[in-house]
């Protein structure tokens, strides 16, 4: 009786919500994988079993490469990305050090000003960025957004390391200026390496933020050449009111694999840094 | 008292023999240290993000069409807004959806955590798997749904057409109603996942003992999800949700793939709207104008945030 009541409760208040939502969660993706192994032929078949793939065929994704640059533009977000990360890490915890650890004047202001800006959203600063950019000459070079994408990213780092870097204790820091260690030295020495973790953390979510970006690179590169991932593919495998769907679903799998294989690696991180703000408040 | 002048006194003798040493221990000072260090990013976050805000506001105040010269119009771009139909249309549009949108997220996620916070085999890779939404990038994963939702050969109306639900299903992104209800549904879609890991990580917080005590106290599952879960994760889901409204009222990615902000405007969003005026037509000082008008929205959000970190 006990166990048809617990067995009932794991199947109705565990497997099939959870069921339901992973499903939820990941139709799209098997409809994409799908769509982009499937001829022409079949793919416009309204006979055809939309759930299957009778005849799979990799001529879309051949299409995609050899039609389009698609590699350049994977090759450019990743260069993006990399370099988008690393000046918003360094510019990231250059703010949060002090803020984290030191008193000076300014401290509380400068703090609540970080937090505001992590709140502004592009959509208020696109026109007149699109502007400066033009009149600093940056149209069409990546330099664009790899000067643009930190202004979105360290605010958000700054306030995500400012959490890791107040876990470490004072102490620490005074023993080692005690020993005769500079500020600098104990900062690099020793408290930074024990904040890898955080580091790891808004390092992986700076990455995947400045792959999926989309308004600034929309602005800023409209040259196929200089082109990211998500604009090359709603750029230009969408000509006019045509759609191929099979190389536009290509192409999207494509795009998301490397984002998904490099979360899938750092997972416990980006979680952490997805609830620190949440939980530690 | 003398003791310490002297020592002083010796100090400044000795003083310009020892300069660097000075210069070091100036530079070990707290609050010059700090300084050094936040200079950099604070004069980086002046130029590309302070500078384009204020000049984003001086631009509003102007009539200013793409190569023409700039004309002063005061708060004209404004009243110019008001008397537009197609404004207030997205500003409906963007209460809308971001209200529709977060309580969804919000309900739905807190159904997620729920049901995420038991104990069962593979749970790491389902979390995963779960997030994959809310990772891709938005515009890939926004493409295949537009295929989804695609009138003729969409997933949506095939497995409605061969199910014999309907003979032909609607137009998803056709009709004003039905573009709404798309756009929100995708925008659940990938929000919730933020939501519903993020409450999870706060339910693990909640202490064993809490719930145990409750338990002896006779509450049941009800009573102790009311009076036990949902107090103690008030805090996660107020910050999360003030996050997610942020996120979803300047929406800009979404809107512009699935829709376009059509079918005749009535999917635009705010942000779509000024992206249209500035880019597509050319007018700077009205899309600046746009973008500015949901600066109020923006204030009183932060003042909420900054009301319930305060009372913490």
New interface residues.
């Given amino acids: 009786m006990v166990g048809e009541l617990t067995w009932r409760r794991r199947l109705f208040g565990l497997w099939l919500p959870l069921l339901v939502f992973v499903v939820i969660a990941l139709f799209p993706f098997t409809w994409m994988a799908a769509t982009s192994l499937k001829t022409n032929a079949e793919l416009y078949n309204p006979k055809a079993n939309p759930m299957w793939i009778q005849n799979p065929s990799l001529v879309h994704y051949i299409d995609l490469l050899k039609e389009t640059n698609f590699l350049t533009w994977v090759a450019n977000t990743m260069l993006v990305a990399t370099v988008a990360t690393f000046i918003s890490l360094l510019l990231g915890s250059m703010l949060a050090y002090p803020l984290a650890r030191m008193r000076f004047r300014g401290a509380p202001l400068l703090a609540i000003a970080v937090a505001v800006t992590y709140l502004i959203p592009q959509t208020l600063l696109f026109v007149p960025m699109a502007d400066l950019i033009g009149r600093m000459k940056l149209g069409n070079t990546l330099s664009a957004v790899m000067l643009t994408y930190p202004t979105l990213l360290v605010p958000f780092i700054a306030w995500l390391l400012m959490g890791y870097f107040k876990t470490v204790p004072k102490e620490l820091e005074e023993q080692a200026m005690i020993d005769g260690a500079s500020r600098w030295r104990a900062m690099t020495r020793i408290i930074l390496p024990l904040c890898l973790p955080g580091f790891l953390s808004a390092g992986i979510f700076a990455f995947t933020l400045s792959q999926n970006e989309f308004l600034y690179a929309l602005l800023f590169l409209s040259k196929s050449s200089v082109r990211t991932v998500p604009i090359g593919v709603v750029g230009e495998l969408i000509r006019g009111d045509a759609f191929y769907w099979g190389q536009l679903m290509a192409g999207a799998l494509l795009g998301s694999i490397p984002v998904a294989l490099i979360y899938s690696f750092f997972v416990k991180y980006y979680v952490a840094g997805l609830t620190a703000g949440a939980v530690k408040g | 008292m003398s003791k310490i002048l002297e020592a002083s006194r010796a100090g400044a003798l000795a003083a310009p023999a020892r300069r660097p040493f000075r210069i070091?221990a100036f530079?070990?000072r707290?609050?010059v240290?700090?300084?050094l260090?936040?200079t950099?990013?604070?004069l980086?976050?002046l130029a590309?993000?302070g500078?384009?805000?204020f000049?984003?506001v001086y631009?509003s105040f102007f009539e200013r069409e793409v190569a023409r010269p700039a004309t002063f119009v005061g708060l004209g771009n404004f009243v110019t807004l008001s008397n537009d139909p197609i404004f207030w249309q997205a500003v409906r549009n963007t209460l809308l959806f971001t209200a529709v949108a977060t309580v969804l997220k919000a309900g739905g996620g807190l159904?997620?955590a729920l049901?995420?916070n038991?104990s069962?085999r593979m749970k790491?890779v389902?979390?995963?798997?779960?997030?994959?939404?809310f990772?891709?990038?938005?515009?890939?994963?926004t493409?295949?749904?537009?295929?989804?939702l695609?009138p003729g050969?969409g997933?949506f109306n095939?497995?409605l057409v061969?199910s014999g639900l309907a003979t032909t299903g609607p137009s998803w992104l056709g009709t004003p109603t039905m573009a709404m209800i798309s756009i929100i549904m995708v925008n659940t879609?990938r929000g919730l996942?933020?939501f519903?890991?993020?409450i999870l990580?706060?339910l693990q917080?909640i202490p064993v003992d809490l719930h145990e005590s409750a338990t002896i106290d006779g509450a049941g599952t009800w009573g102790r999800f009311r009076y036990v879960t949902l107090p103690s994760l008030l805090?996660?889901i107020f910050?999360?949700t003030t996050?997610s409204i942020?996120?979803t009222f300047?929406d800009?990615?979404l809107v512009?793939?699935l829709t376009g902000g059509g079918p005749a405007n009535s999917t635009h969003l705010?942000?779509t709207y000024?992206?249209s005026l500035?880019?597509g037509a050319g007018q700077?000082g009205l899309?600046?104008a746009v973008?500015?008008s949901?600066?109020p929205v923006?204030g009183l959000?932060?003042v909420l945030?900054t009301l319930y970190?305060r009372k913490?």
């Fill in positions: 070091r530079l070990e707290e609050s240290f700090s300084w260090m936040v950099p990013p604070v980086f976050l590309f993000l500078y384009p805000f000049y984003g631009l159904a997620m049901v995420m038991q069962f790491a389902t979390r995963a798997m779960l997030l994959l939404p990772i891709v990038p938005t515009v890939l994963s493409v295949a749904w537009q295929w989804i695609d050969m997933l095939r497995l061969v879609w996942p933020f519903g890991i993020s990580a706060g917080t805090p996660v910050i999360v996050f942020v996120i300047f800009f990615q512009y793939v705010m942000a000024a992206y500035s880019m700077m899309g600046s973008a500015l949901m600066v923006l959000l932060l945030l970190v913490d």
